[in-house]
């Protein structure tokens, strides 16, 4: 079971001191382990800004290299699109990485793991898959 892995797990895993959720960080070794978390430039992107110390950023960094970056496509991009408008037109808001998440996920039959709540809205009106 291949999972692309939201920016809030991401950083629950390896920027937060103190473990509050330990099922969410079960789950996301469970995977990690397992070569199954999948990883997006976009989310890389967002997990790594806002980090003003340069060691901290340069650990993470490293963290993060051992996942790969599974490319997103122009038709990853161009449903990404599709499914902003989607939402939009039914008065759901979201972000451009939100709705890329739900692309290439859709596109390549992954599931989501993500902690954000608007993801919820957002499999009301797509066609992609939460991790329970």
């Not at 070794?29 to 806002?50: K, Y």
């Amino acid at each position: 079971m291949r999972v692309i892995i939201d920016s809030p797990v991401w950083s629950f895993a390896f920027r937060r001191k103190h473990v509050v959720e330990p099922e969410i960080l079960r789950k996301f070794n469970e995977l990690a382990d397992l070569n199954d978390a999948v990883l997006i430039g976009a989310v890389r992107q967002e997990v790594l800004s806002g980090i003003s110390d340069e060691n901290v950023f340069e650990n993470l960094r490293q963290k993060l290299s051992r996942f790969h970056d599974h490319e997103a496509t122009t038709f990853d991009h161009e449903t990404a699109a599709r499914f902003s408008n989607i939402c939009r037109k039914n008065g759901v808001q979201g972000s451009h990485t939100d709705f890329l998440i739900c692309a290439v996920a859709h596109n390549n039959n992954l599931i989501i793991f993500t902690t954000d709540n608007d993801f919820k809205d957002y499999a009301r009106l797509l066609p992609i898959r939460l991790l329970r």
